[in-house]
């Protein structure tokens, strides 16, 4: 397997992310990596399905790239008592501990004084192995892309499907891979992405899922959100 070309570069916000040559794609928002991850991942994701009142929250993340969603995902769930997410975050292309440690998300959380270790944790904990990484908070890394991975008997909560965009990665926003993501949701489970698709909407309904369109962070008129019913 060959890696890519990974470079640093700062957003709009002063927070980082990384930008791919080879495709020329950078892996957030270029508006606000922090911004966008908090608003998408975390206020439209991890805290609706929060608010279900489940005793533990099982996420699957199809991406980890810089690791930003797992981290700000920790310091929400340290803040819910009794609450206890374990989480598991595909990623082919681990970006390395010396990337990592120059990622500056820490001094854009200065009130969570734990950022700095909880990112480099993240970032050193073992792959393919479940590692508690702090309160409420388990973490398991397959370097994997969607389209290898078995899921076995796997039933997630909520989904980050943060990978890169369809026109830049189209073989992991294939229906084969869209419907893995939806076999696994439990009814109630749901799908956030800062992606608003026509194809990828209409795949996600054929596979019985609501679809919704939601006001997207700036520089993003809108994003999906696809939840499983209830009931079938």
């Not at 495709?23 to 439209?44: C, M």
């Not at 969603?69 to 769930?77: C, H, P, R, S």
């Not at 990623?91 to 480099?120: C, D, M, R, T």
Request: charged share 20%.
């Amino acid at each position: 397997m060959t890696f890519p070309i990974i470079e640093l570069m700062e957003t709009s916000d002063g927070s980082h992310t990384l930008y791919r040559p080879d495709l020329n794609e950078t892996y957030h928002s270029q508006h606000g990596a922090l911004q966008e991850s908090r608003y998408v991942f975390i206020e439209r994701g991890l805290k609706p399905t929060m608010q279900r009142g489940l005793p533990g929250i099982r996420l699957m993340e199809v991406g980890l790239g810089t690791g930003l969603n797992m981290l700000l995902t920790a310091l929400e769930v340290a803040r819910v008592p009794n609450l206890f997410i374990d989480a598991i975050s595909l990623e082919p292309f681990p970006i390395g501990s010396v990337l990592a440690k120059q990622l500056n998300y820490p001094a854009w959380l200065p009130q969570h004084a734990n950022a700095g270790f909880l990112l480099e944790a993240i970032h050193r904990s073992p792959w393919e192995e479940e590692t508690s990484l702090a309160r409420g908070f388990s973490l398991r890394k397959i370097q994997k892309a969607l389209e290898d991975f078995q899921p076995e008997e796997l039933v997630i909560d909520l989904i980050y499907f943060d990978a890169f965009a369809p026109q830049k990665q189209a073989e992991v926003w294939t229906a084969a891979n869209l419907k893995k993501c939806a076999d696994l949701l439990a009814p109630g489970g749901m799908l956030i992405t800062y992606c608003a698709q026509g194809q990828f909407k209409r795949e996600l309904k054929a596979m019985g899922l609501k679809v919704e369109a939601l006001p997207g962070p700036p520089g993003k008129r809108s994003i999906t959100r696809a939840v499983k019913p209830l009931t079938v």
